[in-house]
């Protein structure tokens, strides 16, 4: 969960994570990096879940219960599908 929050900021090892490996010198790979789209995307939609789920808590919200079940579950059929997907 750590990687794709370091690309939040600038940093020297997220610029060259950019950089094409293969290329003779310091090239930008400006191609696209859908995996690390996929961990970022993975990785905020479990933020928001987890968010959810501390302010139902918080604010003993138990009405939220069934829509949370459903939206975890959700979490989990989409990332899986995406990971199968990858492979």
Not at 6 to 17: L, Q, W
Request: aromatic letters at 8%; a negative charge; proline letters at 3%.
């Amino acid at each position: 969960m750590y990687l794709p929050t370091k690309e939040a900021h600038s940093t020297v090892d997220a610029i060259f994570t950019r950089l094409d490996p293969e290329a003779k010198g310091l090239m930008f790979d400006g191609g696209p990096q859908r995996k690390r789209a996929d961990d970022a995307m993975l990785t905020a939609h479990n933020i928001i879940l987890d968010n959810l789920n501390l302010q139902k808590e918080y604010f003993k919200l138990e009405s939220l219960d069934e829509q949370l079940e459903k939206c975890v579950s959700d979490f989990m059929a989409i990332w899986s599908r995406s990971a199968t997907k990858a492979h």
